[in-house]
């Protein structure tokens, strides 16, 4: 039997998003936290991540800023480490405990991650594509996410298009795996329902070489109606599959309880250009592998 049906399929073209229980088992969510726990353990981190803005002249501050930047744009084909404002002190050193410091690891844990590796190319996400119609997937990102309790950020309503542009519009597809419950206290995402219809106003490009910042946003955001947005709390082991172009966010975790999750992009790479403006491009380490194996 399909693990996708024929129902879900209809939900997400007409949502632009479904929710569907039971992609992982508990333990394979165990399994993908506890090799992340190892990861951060040994992680090495950079200079410009543990400087302190607030200690720096103009110049400095801007070789901080440019540093930053470079360890963003260039973390497609890395595993890098991206943490939460206010976790480090003046000379650098943590002041909440290195496993709450992050909030998410990327751009390429499915590349160089066994453990990820399978969970991304697992006959079931194959199933998925497959039932969805798509000829050539390939993988385009992956991201650790770690909403950690107390201090895990609001992100504000986007839509992944934005970010990850291809013409046509249409061939992006994320797929956010919660390694733990997600719940409306700890941070779950909330929709727009059929706002996928409706384009985008909004683009994340790169600028051109040698100028700074690396990268600029043409148009704006939309205002959105609050009203709106519907809940999509989802249970550990559980999949949300979100259209590139549907409105979504997700509230700061109040809660005592972190929210991770494991979640990757796909593009239908038939027929479709990927934008040579956006901030994530192949590379000869590592072209965009295909989904199905």
């Known amino acids: 039997m399909d693990f996708m049906t024929d129902q879900d399929v209809q939900r997400y073209q007409e949502d632009g998003y479904v929710v569907l229980d039971g992609l992982l088992t508990s333990q394979e969510c165990d399994e993908l936290r506890q090799r992340m726990a190892e990861i951060v353990e040994r992680m090495d981190v950079p200079e410009h991540c543990r400087t302190t803005f607030s200690t720096y002249h103009d110049e400095q501050l801007k070789k901080q800023l440019q540093g930053n930047a470079d360890y963003f744009i260039t973390s497609g084909d890395k595993i890098r480490f991206f943490f939460e404002k206010g976790v480090f002190d003046d000379k650098g050193e943590f002041i909440v405990p290195k496993q709450r410091s992050l909030n998410k690891v990327g751009h390429a844990l499915h590349a160089y991650e066994p453990l990820y590796e399978k969970v991304t ?53 994320g797929v956010w795996i919660a390694l733990e419950d997600a719940t409306i ?49 989802v249970k550990k082991g559980g999949v949300i599959l979100i259209h590139g172009e549907v409105v979504h966010r997700s509230a700061e975790n109040t809660s005592e309880e972190s929210r991770h999750v494991y979640t990757f992009h796909i593009m239908e790479a038939q027929q479709t250009r990927w934008s040579p403006d956006n901030w994530l491009q192949p590379t000869e380490d590592l072209p965009f592998p295909p989904l199905y194996t």
């Open 121 to 173: 190319h697992s006959p079931k996400v194959q199933g998925i594509a497959k039932k969805l119609g798509l000829v050539s997937p390939v993988i385009l990102q992956s991201m650790f996410i770690f909403k950690q309790p107390g201090i895990g950020g609001e992100v504000t309503p986007h839509q992944d298009a934005t970010f990850l542009y291809t013409e046509p519009l249409g061939r992006v597809m």
């Open 185 to 233: 206290n700890n941070g779950c995402l909330w929709f727009i329902p059929g706002s996928h219809k409706s384009g985008i106003t909004r683009r994340m490009v790169r600028t051109p070489k040698g100028t700074f910042p690396l990268t600029d946003f043409i148009g704006r955001e939309q205002a959105y109606d609050e009203e709106k947005f519907v809940a999509a709390p």
